[in-house]
């Protein structure tokens, strides 16, 4: 006989309780009405405390979200909701294109030649614009490739924008 374990009824009662004891890490039923107990008490009144709190937090966690994506577009937060959509990011494109060949219009070195390229440049503009619009409900291929195009003629606009204003290494 060994002294860790006895014989008879005294030997399997503490076997089990050592056992029991040692394995800790799993769920049992008991274990588990006495979390729902522990809930029931504590999850009422932790909630009203909580629950500002949390609003609070996903408030802020919104807001940076808000700004990070203004942000990546180039536009002010308050304008986020006009460049929206999969075409978001080239409609932001085209609004600062549009903004550019205001700023190039009003230059006092702009020529005649200069204010012409501006006229047809912000025709272009408003076609591409409804482009990447009416791109918002085609479906996923069409979409990409009229980006694409759209994309691609907004970047030699805005190449010749930015030549025209004097920028070194525009004309590429």
Partial sequence: MTATKGTGAMGRRADRTRSATEDDSGLTPKRAKNAV????????AAVPALAPLVLRVAGAVREAYDRR????????????????????????????????????????????????????????????????????????????????????ELDTIETEVLRRLGVPGAAS
């Fill in 37 to 44: 107990r522990v809930a029931k008490v504590i999850v009422p």
């Fill in 69 to 152: 994506q203004a942000h990546r577009l180039g536009v002010d937060v308050s304008q986020l909701p006009e460049y929206s959509g999969r075409g978001g990011a080239l409609l932001a494109r085209l609004a600062g294109a549009a903004v550019a060949l205001t700023q190039l219009s009003r230059s006092e070195r702009a020529t005649r030649e200069d204010q012409e390229f501006v006229t047809r440049s912000r025709s272009t503009l408003e076609q591409l614009t409804a482009s990447v619009r009416a791109a918002e409900h085609m479906p996923a291929p069409r979409r990409k490739a009229a980006h694409r195009a759209v994309a691609a």
